[in-house]
């Protein structure tokens, strides 16, 4: 939240004429695991609708998903954003993991700008952005949402505009690959200083 990672992601698409896929995901996993609550509490990033899902319906929506994400990153020529895809998709050899991220004091003022809120609540809604994504990747992967080794490239975009980043990310694609249908993970994450 707030580094710029989904707009990296569309510009990258754009290069490319790549499809961008995120809540897609969910829907699409809601769907075929037949828990509609999982949508609704997989989009409730902050917890504020505390819908509290069945086990059952967690590990149902968790097969989904990595389903899904599996026969996105097969297809090729896509974007995903977020998801888990960094460890969902570590070992597909045709993944480029990318982690887009800023400095925490930075991105609150892009989200407190964006949605013309205060710097206090927009710090508010990162931290527990980032706090869901921690957990998630922690209880259900045993994964640090920070471990670098889970991506190819990290950037920041304190000092890049997406247009650079995406270039960034499109030219090491081209050197990781050759004529292959490449999928792209981008999980934005904060940056630890």
């Given amino acids: 939240m707030g580094s710029l990672g989904d707009e990296v992601a569309q510009a990258i698409a754009a290069r490319l004429n790549y ?5 897609e995901i969910i829907n699409q ?22 819908i509290q899902p069945s086990v059952k319906a967690r590990r149902a929506y968790q097969l989904a998903v990595e389903s899904v994400m599996k026969e996105l990153a097969d297809e090729g020529d896509v974007v995903i954003i977020g998801r888990a895809g ?5 070992n597909h ?3 480029l993991h990318v982690k887009v991220i800023s400095p ?11 949605y013309n809120i205060s710097l206090e609540a927009a710090k ?30 990290i950037i ?27 999928a792209i993970h981008r999980q934005a994450l904060k940056e630890e200083l």
């Avoid at 809601?30 to 505390?50: F, K, N, S, V």
């Avoid at 960094?86 to 570590?90: G, T």
């Fill in 124 to 153: 508010a809604q990162i931290e527990a952005s980032d706090r869901n994504r921690k957990n998630y990747l922690k209880k259900y992967y045993h994964a640090r949402w920070d471990d670098p080794e889970l991506y190819d490239l």
């Fill in 29 to 50: 996993a809601a769907l075929r695991a037949g828990t509609p609550e999982m949508a609704l509490a997989t989009i409730d990033e902050l917890g504020l609708l505390g």
């Fill in 86 to 90: 960094q460890v969902i998709l570590r």
């Fill in 93 to 95: 050899p045709h993944v």
């Fill in 19 to 23: 499809r961008v896929v995120s809540r």
């Fill in 104 to 114: 925490a004091a930075l991105r609150a003022e892009r989200i407190a700008r964006l």
């Fill in 156 to 182: 920041n975009t304190d000092r890049l505009e997406p247009e650079q980043a995406a270039c960034l990310i499109c030219q090491a694609l081209t050197h990781c690959i050759q004529r292959t249908p490449y």
